[in-house]
């Protein structure tokens, strides 16, 4: 059996805050279920939706929410372990102590050393989504009030905050009025675009020069009547020559360029595929997270609906709703 399997309470906490970079000092602060989820995802990344993580649950009932959620993520993962919901949320010493070892087990056999993991930022960058996503305001106060304060860190500012908000606005495409925009400098000048202009006037002084020098011969009339006429072609060339310039400058673009712009939309719309990509797969855990909650909820009323008919003409015992109502089963 794993060394891991014997740690003790103070080994195990130890490890935890130095892994999740938190300030857990009891048993029972696991009973919430969310540390076990990010525990996974230091193996299994972009595994575990943190949007969905209730990390200030202090109720069995919200507990039940985030055993579920990892339930999917072990179904996800392929990992074959029986998580024992009912006595976990109950926040017994004893069951923590053993499937903490065993996460230990299993997070260790499985962990790369070399990825750089940061804990802090994950658990922020899912609540900031949340708040987003429910359109509240993005500020400390809010972030503080959804994370227990043995997740909390005065790392955490206004300037951290404001950091991942800009990040997540970037990903999604979708910018809040306080938001920084990002600024991109693009490699596509006007410059790039077109090219100098010939100098016709220049060009055709140069000819007209080179013409005077070898019809030297020819009298002066004659000499003027050409110049007279080079003057007209120039003005004629020239104003051909700056239409084709315009409508050079305008369309044209190099393969060089062409073949930048393209590989950048190319990139950017994989990007898109693949965030809406993870939306779909949110979402989908979301639906059998929802299922399960439906189902384990139906079936209470199911057996209350039973115990109620059995009962007809007679009142019910209260003990027996209490004990269907607050089973975790």
Known sequence: MDKSQFCYRGELL?????????????????????????????VFQDKVPFVRIKWNSTLEYEHLYNYKLLQAVFKDCNIEKHIPIEKLVRGKYQDHLDFLQWMKSFVESRLDNNFNYNPQYKRVYGILKLLLFNNRQVNIANVKSLLPKWAWSDSINAEYISTINNVIQMETGVYTKNSVLPTHSS???QHSFTKSPLNRRQYISDDSTELQETDRSFKL?????????ATETESVHTNKEDKHSHYFNINFQSPTNSYQHFNQLIRQQSEEIANLKKQLKDSKMECQISNLSKEFYYNKLRQIEILCQKNQGKS???KQLLNIMYANN
Request: without cysteine; glycine residues 2%; hydrophobic residues 40%.
């Open 316 to 318: 019910v015992d209260t």
């Open 14 to 42: 130890a490890w935890v805050n130095e892994l999740l970079e938190l300030k857990v000092d009891k048993m029972d602060q696991f009973s919430n279920g969310a540390i076990y989820l990010q525990l996974i995802d230091t």
């Open 221 to 229: 009339d004659s000499v003027s009547s050409f110049n007279e006429s």
């Open 187 to 189: 490699h596509y000048t």
